[in-house]
Every structure is written in C-alpha cells, then in structure tokens.
C-alpha cells in the first residue's frame, strides 16, 4: 500500500464512512450467499431440490410461530457458548473447549440443586447460577492459566480439558451424584418444580434466552466502551505491543478466560434447570462445537452473536422437516454448515481488497 | 469398505435440476400429510442403519409403512435435549402426527412426560420407559424381555467356546445390561457351570474406538465367544470375528457382518409390536399404558442359527427356546449370589423374565468377572 493511500481522503464525507461500514456486513452476507450456492450445486448433485431445501428451512426455522419457538429455544444455549470462543478470540486465544465448561456448569448447578431443595427459589437459583458460572470459570480459566504461565497451546488444552469434563460428569453421575432411582439413565436426582427455570411470559421459550441475549450486549459494552476490552483488543492485536504499553497482558489472558468459561457454565446451569431437569449425559450435546462456528461466523463480535446463533439454530430446527419431507440424512444440515463456514474463512481474504469498501482506492 | 458415496452424475443433476424447475413453478410445494390417515412419528436417538437399537426401531417403522392409511415421518439422530422435544412438537404440528414413537430411553423423563399433558389427543409410545399409575394417560411405555434372547445367545456360546470363557462388551452398568451380561453367563453356564463371562464396560452407548479396544482385550484374554450391549454392535461383531471369535449378535441381525462367526443373535421384534399397535389405533382402539413382552408375544426373536453351530448346541437351544416359548421361564434360579458373594436368592426360589424386579438390577452374578462401578 502507498503512503498517500494510508493517510487516505478527507475523514469526513459521509460515502467513505458508510462503505467501510458496510464492509463487515456485505461481506460476511456474500459469503452466506457463496456457501449456499455450493450447497446448492451439492444438492443437484444428489438429485434434490435446493428450492424445495430452503423452503423447508424458512417454513422450519423461521415461517410460523412454533417454528420460531422451536428456533430460539436451541439458540438460547448456541449464545452462551459462542461468546465463550468470542471473548478469548479478542485476545487472540482460540479456546475451542466450551463443551467441558458447559457440562460442568450443569453438573454443578444439578448438585446445588439437590443440595438447595427446600430453599427458595429466588435463593437456590442464583446460587445454583453462581456455581454453575465459578466452575466454568475454573475450567476454561485453567486452559488460559496453562497457556500464559506454561506456554501450552489453549486450543489444544481446551480440547482436551473438555474430554476430561466428559468422563469428570460421567463419574459424578454416575458414582457419588447419582440418584439411585435413575435406572437406565444414570442422573443426579431430579429438580422439584420450583428449582426449573420457566418459559417467558408468552413465549415458548425458557429464560435462558433473554439472559443470553443480555450477556451478549453486556460482552459486547465491555470489549468495545471499555478500557479493559480496547486492553484486550491491543493485547490480541499485537502481545508485544500490549506488553511494551505496560498492559497486564496475563491478567487480561485469565481474566477473559474465566469469563468466556462463566458463561460457558451459565448454559450448563439453564440445560438442566429449564430443559433436562437433572444433571446427565444428555449435557453433553455438542452446543460447544456449533459455538465456534457461531463465533467465527460473527467475527467475535458478541452483539451479531445474536443474529448468528438464531440463524444456526433455524437451520437445526428445519433439520427435522428435512429429514421427513426430503429424505434427506440429518447430516444434511452439517454439510450446509459446513459449506458456509469454508466460505466465511475465506472471505477473511477479502477485507481491505474490494474495490467499493476502500475508499482510498476509488480514485486509482 | 468403501462408501458408495453418489458423486457427481448426470442423470442425478438433471433430475436434480428438473425438480428444482418444477418446484420454481409451482411455488411452495405442499406436502398433503395426514389427510385423513394416521400419522405416524419414529424418532431414532442414532442413525437408523447402525446394525443395531435404532435400525431395529427403523425396520418396525418400515413395516409401519407398508400399511395402507398409515403415513410415517422419521428422525435420526435426535439427542435427548430440547431436541426431541421439538422435533416431536414439529411432527405434530407441521406433520400431523398424532401417534409418536420416540424410541430412546433418555426421551422419557423429563422430555415425553412434560410434552403429554400439552398434547392430550397425541399418543405417546415410548420404548423402555417404565410408565406408573399418575403418569399422563397419552402416554404408553413398552419393551421386551430381551434378556432371554441374551440367554438363548450364551446355551449356544457355552457348546461353542473351547476356553471356557466367553466375553462382554456393554455400554454403561444400568438394569437392562447387567441383566443382559447376567442372562449370557447363565444360559452358558446350563451347558457347563464352569465357564466364565468377563465384561468389559466402555461408558458410553455408542463409542466405536472403546468398543474396538474392549472387544480386542476380551479377545486377549482369551475369550473365544463375544457379544455385547452398545447402540450399534458392527464395531465389536467385526473386531470379534476378525480376531477368530464365534460372535452372537445383539439388538439386530448381524450375520451379513461375518456369516462364518455368528452363531445367533438376541434381536428386537419391533416390527410385530408397531404393526400391531398402529393397527390397535386404526381399529379405535386402547394400547396398554405399560406393555411388556417376550419370545412368546413376538416382542423378540432370535437369529437364524449360524453354519458353525454344533447338532448339540442346536438341540438344546431349541430345546430351550420351547420352554421359554411355554412362559414363566426363570433365567436366575436359586441359589445364586452376586459375583461379589452377596446372596441373591436361595435354593428354590427364581426370578421368572416378567418379574419387575429384574428391571431395577445392580448386580452382575457370580461367574462374571467385571464390576459394576
């Protein structure tokens, strides 16, 4: 790039601003557009329609009201754990182990449970939420302590961390935490009425939603209107530079660590107040992995978190409708993702190289 | 074995292309479900081709199917979260379907016993669960006495096995394994008390690489006759009958995976029982709310017996399967205590296959090595 070309035309115009304001939301919306069209193609493939394909999606996932209930209540968990791959992603930490945090969320916050019955609920359930949060917070905080004290690669700690919450959960459901009335499917011993989280008030859709949406703007004011998240943001742009600046880069590694795994354990803490009523196997759902997914397709950027995991959680919801009306495998859905996350990637190659975005480059 | 995975082909993109065309032209293609039929909704918690529970499931679905105003809709790989519960809210409210099968254990509680009382008009069939009195009444829970099929699957293990031990593979220690572990070592042990059944429990219901692992220690330890209890026995019947094992097959028929192994399988049945319910409720009238059956009521049944198995094992597993077939046949039969010497029952006394105490089991018997924890 030239010199001229950096310090760029007048600041002030309104063009420039809106194209480099639109930057980050054409392009991630062309590469929605590319991925689907390769599915698209892959569908011709296999001799099915990808008119009648997407159809079924929008009448599964978006068309009616059940359809959207059914939508938001598998988006409500996919927001916790996003934001615990987003915020370590600032940072520049690829934490890809959310799963382990949000298994051991939900063990903790069962334990707690049992151990609260008889308490008030106004009591017991934040009390139940506050485990459920320290734990992650310890589990996703451990991967970013190895990380920073030991130089261990927090991807692959994090991976592994959560194959060890797995068979730690299994262990405890199975040994000390068990109900013994839990035959064929070993749980801890189930919520009374009270302890379970309930839908909100003329939705379907239990309250894990609204107070995930609310962790995703309370993630976004701190990364983006705070001195600790622009810290973050330095730290995760260049190490050396935040350390020269004098930042305290390994609190910020820890801090946002623990944080990411808190909300992590958060969904762990709503799967079995509001859906699966004890603690089981059935935490282990893989809302971990599709996080990352989320994640990367909102470019770590919490508040389009939101648009992202409803859109993801359309795409599970119609799953079913696929499955019946096209006899098609329920894979189908993870190939479209698939698909769409190849092209998201590579459309990172393309910022600051279209033409129409970069003002500084209009005149040549 | 290569997956005869469709790649790109012409007549697949043309007919492909053909129906994008026509669904361009006719706009939102409307699927005329449940016009005046039966609906009918499987829900599988795995894939339905897994040679094992869900394929089971599966072929008693596609029995459902055959049958005339009967419309069936299916899932796979629905996990016991939120998951099923919507998808058995969208096959009744975009599909329909007013009788449900969701066929996993885990559907039960909380999912299948908090969505009946929003749906009173929909049937709620679930497989394994154990329905009691103050249970929403839409709702039926059924299984089989499999264990028995496990214990047909041991007298022919007994004849076949020349070290006297024979082997294992389970998923998790709950009631219907430790009963299925317990009924193959009993029915060995009719034919020679002295054999041994060792177990080996991966943890997990379906988890190929543990279930390789565990078949391959068994067959080290010299186990020379294998079964198992996971969601899809291809992994253990292959690694079994690739290290020369005779193999007796679990949940469905397994003999296609190595037809000079196998000597029997314990198989579900599901297609009688669906067909039979399904016609019940055309007919207008009442399932059960908590049905249970064996060899005798069609809910099992073994497979064909394989080339290797002797004239001996032959006739007394007919022989068996006749006196099981008559009822009230009791697999553990006192004296008996747990492979930890605790007693279980004395000199006289049984526990016949309907008895409901079999279904909250937490002992393997004496003669199996393993431990329940």
Redesign the interface.
């Known amino acids: 790039m030239e010199d001229q070309a950096l310090i760029g035309p007048a600041g002030g115009a309104l063009l420039p601003v809106l194209a480099r304001r639109a930057e980050p939301v054409v392009i991630p919306l062309l590469a929605l557009l590319v991925g689907f069209a390769a599915f698209s193609l892959f ?10 394909f997407f ?1 079924l999606v929008w ?2 996932g978006f068309g009616s009201a ?1 359809s959207w209930q ?1 939508t938001l ?2 988006a409500a968990p996919l927001l916790f754990a996003a934001l615990c791959v987003a915020l370590p992603a600032r940072l520049g930490l690829v934490v890809i182990g959310g799963e382990g945090a949000i298994v051991l969320g939900g063990v903790a916050a069962g334990a707690l449970g049992v151990a609260l019955i008889g308490a008030p609920a106004v009591v017991a359930l934040p009390v139940m939420a506050t485990g459920a949060m320290l734990v992650g917070a310890v589990w996703i905080g451990l991967a970013g302590g190895l990380r920073h004290y030991r130089g261990v690669n927090e991807t692959i700690s994090s991976l592994l961390l959560a194959y060890i919450a797995i068979a730690l959960m ?1 262990h405890l459901v ?2 000390p935490l068990r109900d013994p009335t839990s ?4 749980s801890t011993a ?1 919520l009374p009425p009270e302890l379970r989280v309930g839908t909100i008030p003329g939705f379907e859709v239990h309250w894990g939603l609204a107070v995930g949406v609310v962790c995703c703007v309370l993630a976004w004011v701190l990364i983006d209107r705070t001195t600790w998240g622009f810290a973050a943001r330095i730290a995760g742009g260049n190490v050396r530079a935040a350390q020269v600046q004098g930042l305290p880069v390994g609190r910020l590694i820890l801090g946002f660590c623990a944080l990411a795994g808190a909300f992590a354990g958060l969904a762990g803490m709503f ?1 079995v107040t509001a ?3 004890s603690a ?3 935490l282990v ?2 809302y971990g992995y599709t996080g990352i997914l989320i994640a990367f397709l909102a470019r770590h950027n919490p508040l389009v978190i939101i648009p992202v995991a409803i859109l993801l959680a359309g795409f ?2 119609s799953s ?2 696929i ?3 096209m006899d098609l ?3 189908t859905v993870l190939v479209l993702q698939g698909f769409v996350f190849i092209a998201i990637l590579m459309s990172e190659a393309l910022y600051g190289r279209l033409k129409p975005f970069v003002p500084e480059k209009w005149s040549r | 074995m290569l997956p005869t995975s469709p790649i790109l082909n012409r007549r697949r993109l043309l007919t492909g292309t053909a129906a994008l065309g026509a669904a361009a032209t006719l706009g939102l293609p409307r699927m005329a479900r449940a016009q005046g039929g039966l609906t009918v909704g499987f829900i599988y918690v795995g894939p339905r081709d897994d040679f094992g529970y869900n394929q089971a499931h599966a072929e008693g679905a596609a029995a459902v199917k055959a049958m005339a105003g009967v419309t069936v809709v299916e899932e796979e790989n629905v996990a016991e979260t939120v998951d099923v519960v919507q998808s058995m809210e969208s096959m009744i409210n975009l599909d329909g379907a007013t009788l449900l099968f969701p066929t996993s254990f885990g559907y039960f509680n909380p999912h299948v016993l908090e969505l009946a009382p929003k749906y009173p008009d929909v049937r709620f069939q679930h497989a394994a669960g154990l329905w009691t009195e103050g249970m929403p009444t839409n709702i039926g829970s059924y299984f089989g006495y499999i264990g028995m099929g496990q214990y047909l699957n041991g007298i022919v293990a007994g004849h076949m096995s020349q070290t006297k031990k024979i082997g294992f593979v389970a998923a998790k220690p709950i009631p219907q394994v430790l009963l299925n572990i317990n009924s193959f070592l009993l029915g060995a042990r009719a034919v020679d008390p002295s054999i041994t059944c060792q177990v080996i429990f991966t943890g997990e219901w379906s988890l190929a690489v543990k279930e390789a692992e565990a078949t391959n220690a068994l067959a080290d330890a010299g186990c020379d006759v294998i079964t198992c209890h996971v969601d899809g026995p291809k992994v253990v019947m292959e690694t079994a009958a690739g290290r020369g094992a005779f193999i007796c097959g679990y949940h469905a028929d397994q003999t296609s995976l190595a037809p000079d192994k196998y000597l029997t399988g314990a198989e579900w049945n599901w297609a009688g029982v669906y067909t039979g319910m399904v016609q019940t409720v055309l007919d207008g009238g009442t399932i059960g709310n908590f049905v249970r059956g064996g060899l005798a009521d069609g809910f099992i049944k073994m497979s064909p017996l394989g080339s290797a198995v002797s004239d001996a094992a032959r006739a007394q597993f007919e022989a068996t399967k006749a006196e099981i077939m008559a009822g009230g046949f009791a697999a553990l039969k006192g004296p008996l205590a747990t492979n930890t010497g605790t007693p279980i029952l004395g000199a006289g006394e049984a526990l016949v296959e309907t008895d409901i105490a079999l279904e909250s089991m937490d002992y393997l018997v004496e003669g199996v090595i393993g431990s329940t924890s």
């Open positions: 569908l011709l493939t296999q001799g099915k329609s990808p008119v009648q159809q009448t599964g059940f059914n209540s598998r299994n199975e040994g035959l064929n499917k070993p189930t799967e859906v699966l009523g089981n196997g059935s759902a893989g599970q919801a079913g409708l499955q019946r009306r495998p329920d894979a």
